[in-house]
């Protein structure tokens, strides 16, 4: 994986601070399916009021835009969709991160997520149940085919692991049945 390196700028700090997290998004895909390129990486958060300044001290202000705590923690409230970028100065790569807050695909993700190892270093993987029930509502949202062809090459290449109950349970309760038949007929 050409970019391994650019996510471990972010993945190593966060196993070093012991914040809860998981990769999710392009990164995942990738993982999951098929390489292509990427200009950042979904991270969601066990972030919560007392770990914030942990997370500001492991991205240190030196080497990475991270936002003022006062930002983070207006995110941290929101129940669902709560988000922030952290982004590293000398490369430009960016980290999108997206606070657990109540969110119940969040929750049941970080609860099923997937320890990998990439380049020596343990990374923490959201579920591929996740990634393809996010990549439908992406699709959903803005119509772009990339979210299916990431789908479609993670189910050819990893469909040994994917929960197909499961995630077809997750596609039920999301409203995504559509999405589901479209992202099945992807040639």
Same mark, same amino acid.
């Given at each position: 994986m050409q970019e391994a390196n650019l996510f471990l700028i972010f993945l190593e700090r966060l196993n070093n601070s012991g914040i809860e997290y998981m990769t999710t998004g392009s990164v995942a895909?990738?993982?999951?399916?098929?390489?292509?390129?990427? $200009? &950042?990486? &979904?991270?969601?958060?066990?972030? !919560?009021? $007392?770990?914030?300044?942990?997370?500001?001290?492991? @991205? &240190?202000?030196?080497? @990475?835009?991270?936002?003022?705590?006062?930002?983070?923690?207006?995110?941290?409230?929101?129940?669902?969709?709560? !988000?922030?970028?952290?982004? $590293? $100065?000398?490369t430009g790569f960016k980290a999108d991160i997206y606070p657990v807050g109540e969110d119940k695909l969040h929750i049941w993700a970080m609860t099923n997520r997937k320890k990998v190892t990439i380049e020596n270093c343990d990374v923490w993987l959201a579920p591929p149940e996740y990634v393809i029930i996010r990549k439908l509502e992406y699709f959903k949202e803005g119509g772009s085919s990339k979210h299916l062809s990431d789908i479609k090459k993670m189910l050819e290449i990893s469909r040994k692991i994917i929960d197909i109950t499961e995630l077809e349970k997750k596609v039920s309760e999301n409203n995504l049945t559509d999405e589901w038949r479209k992202a099945q007929k992807v040639n």
């Amino acid at each position: 994986m050409q970019e391994a390196n650019l996510f471990l700028i972010f993945l190593e700090r966060l196993n070093n601070s012991g914040i809860e997290y998981m990769t999710t998004g392009s990164v995942a895909s990738i993982i999951y399916g098929e390489p292509r390129v990427t $200009h &950042d990486i &979904d991270l969601v958060l066990g972030l !919560h009021t $007392h770990n914030i300044e942990k997370l500001v001290s492991v @991205f &240190d202000r030196e080497e @990475f835009y991270c936002p003022p705590m006062e930002v983070i923690k207006a995110e941290i409230a929101k129940k669902t969709g709560g !988000h922030f970028n952290i982004i $590293h $100065h000398s490369t430009g790569f960016k980290a999108d991160i997206y606070p657990v807050g109540e969110d119940k695909l969040h929750i049941w993700a970080m609860t099923n997520r997937k320890k990998v190892t990439i380049e020596n270093c343990d990374v923490w993987l959201a579920p591929p149940e996740y990634v393809i029930i996010r990549k439908l509502e992406y699709f959903k949202e803005g119509g772009s085919s990339k979210h299916l062809s990431d789908i479609k090459k993670m189910l050819e290449i990893s469909r040994k692991i994917i929960d197909i109950t499961e995630l077809e349970k997750k596609v039920s309760e999301n409203n995504l049945t559509d999405e589901w038949r479209k992202a099945q007929k992807v040639n």
